[in-house]
């Protein structure tokens, strides 16, 4: 037996035909659209139940969009033109609102780079002008210095009479520079002076001078002297005029030298290693 072949009791029923009643609406439909255009404005009271049924039809498919108010639809394109254009203004002014804090935010970056690097370059300024004053005022130190520390002679004009040594059976433990009286007679160096007066020992008008290395000079036989004792001199200063005071056989300078006050040494020898050629 094919099994095809439907034996049950249950016989499905036929399914009743809907196309008619499918058609009948659409038509419906159709017309209503065009009549409801229409009968719209059209009170109801005024209306036959057939209009009325197709004005609730209509006011359907109108509220279905099927028959927008085109002033209503370019009302809301416009809302929604205006709405899209205040966005874009929006994110317009996001965009430039952004644009700018990143300009302002680079901006002081920048300047803050460059208020950095001025500072820098002043401190670098102030540390070579800084550097500069102090190489500067180290140089002239070093110059006030040399300055106070050269040695001179003691005299201008002298002739070189006596020297260090043995003299008639006797230590002369100087130089005799023959001058006339009144030539002036000048510190060494810088020092202080530690005697300034009249010699008993036969020195005349006396004048010892310390100076700053601790060499010690003994200047005698002077007609004047112009220091006394504790004033601090210089190279090439005036202490006294020459003469011939105490056991002098003649105006003259006797020189004696006494490195660290200790004892004579020949003076011609000790300036030539100072820099003074007698
Ligand atoms: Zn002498």
Redesign the pocket.
């Known amino acids: 037996m094919p099994k095809t072949s439907y034996t049950g009791r249950h016989r499905p029923a036929a399914k009743p035909s809907r196309g008619r009643q499918f058609v009948v609406p659409v038509a419906l439909l159709s017309s209503t659209v065009a009549g409801g255009l229409v009968i719209r404005d059209a009170g109801a009271s005024q209306l036959s139940p057939e209009a009325a049924a197709m004005k609730n039809v209509s006011n359907s498919v109108a509220g279905l969009g099927l028959a927008a108010d085109p002033e209503a639809v370019s009302a809301a394109a416009a809302n929604r033109a205006g709405a899209r254009s205040s966005r874009d203004m929006a994110r317009d002014a996001k965009t430039l609102i952004v644009g700018a804090t990143q300009t302002a935010t680079q901006s002081a970056a920048e300047a803050q780079a460059a208020a950095v690097k001025a500072a820098a370059d002043r401190a670098a300024a102030q540390k070579a002008k800084a550097a500069a004053a102090a190489k500067a005022k180290q140089a002239a130190a070093a110059r006030a210095l040399a300055r106070a520390h050269r040695w001179v002679s003691p005299v201008a004009g002298y002739t070189l009479t ?1 020297g260090f040594g043995f003299r008639w059976g006797k230590m ?1 433990p ?1 130089q ?1 520079l023959a001058c006339p009286v009144g030539s002036p007679v000048h510190s060494l160096s810088s020092g202080t002076v530690i005697f300034a007066g009249w010699s008993n020992e036969g020195y005349g008008n006396f004048v010892k001078i310390r100076y700053w290395d601790g060499t010690v000079s003994w200047m ?1 036989h002077n007609s004047r002297l112009l220091v006394s004792v504790g004033e601090t001199v210089t190279p090439g200063q005036v202490v006294a005029y020459s003469g011939s005071t105490g056991n002098s056989t003649g105006p ?1 300078v ?1 020189l004696e030298i006494h490195p660290d006050d200790g004892a004579a040494v020949a003076p011609i020898t000790w300036l030539a290693k100072h820099g003074v050629m007698l």
């Open positions: 006596s002369h100087a005799d005698a003259h006797h």
